[in-house]
């Protein structure tokens, strides 16, 4: 048990994964963030070209 309980800890086969999981969901939460902001932003363009024409 004890030198199974050593192997595990100097194994670091499964970190690497961990850390792209990590990664992954770290550049996930920036896009969800982002496309927010940038669907607010064409929203108001659209809405203000809209506006633009009916009142020409």
Known sequence: MKNLLK????EEE???LVEYGLL???VALAALASMKT???AIS?????????M???
């Open 7 to 10: 192997r595990l800890w100097r």
């Open 38 to 40: 940038l669907a607010n």
């Open 24 to 26: 992954l969901a770290l």
């Open 44 to 52: 108001n363009v659209f809405s203000n070209a809209a506006g633009n």
């Open 14 to 16: 499964g970190q690497d």
């Open 54 to 56: 009916t009142t020409s």
